[in-house]
């Protein structure tokens, strides 16, 4: 299966780009084919990822004990955008991450 409902009606699918997973609500159409979705319009999803240098800092603050922080970890802001047809998720240009520009096939999401 390439999305899964939930009880509230939210649809989601696994985005492999961002290694988590997107959701539409009611706000977008659906053409009710759970293998093969399409949504429609596309799907803007933004968010805020640690850098390496941020992932580093983490690390060091984890291992330290958690001492009090008064910096934000380095991070950067991310961008998802993209449509959904038929079962591919075509990643805009927008994006931030490694597959823009690029169509791939949904993966199967895990029940």
């Given at each position: 299966?390439?999305?899964?409902?939930?009880?509230?009606?939210?649809?989601?699918?696994?985005?492999?780009?961002?290694?988590?997973?997107?959701?539409?609500?009611?706000?977008?159409?659906?053409?009710?084919?759970?293998?093969?979705?399409?949504?429609?319009?596309s799907?803007?999803?933004?968010?805020?990822?640690?850098?390496?240098?941020?992932?580093?800092?983490?690390?060091?603050?984890?291992?330290?004990?958690h001492?009090?922080?008064?910096?934000?970890?380095?991070?950067?802001?991310?961008?998802?955008?993209?449509?959904?047809?038929?079962?591919?998720?075509?990643?805009?240009?927008?994006?931030?991450?490694?597959?823009?520009?690029?169509?791939?096939?949904?993966?199967?999401?895990?029940?």
């Open positions: 299966m390439k999305i899964m409902e939930y009880s509230d009606g939210m649809k989601v699918f696994y985005c492999p780009a961002c290694n988590e997973h997107h959701g539409v609500n009611s706000g977008w159409t659906f053409n009710g084919d759970y293998e093969r979705p399409t949504f429609s319009p799907l803007l999803v933004r968010g805020i990822k640690l850098t390496e240098k941020g992932e580093a800092e983490y690390a060091a603050w984890s291992a330290s004990g001492p009090r922080r008064d910096a934000p970890f380095d991070s950067a802001p991310t961008v998802c955008h993209s449509f959904v047809r038929e079962g591919r998720i075509e990643f805009l240009s927008d994006c931030t991450h490694s597959l823009a520009g690029q169509t791939i096939d949904l993966p199967d999401v895990e029940v």
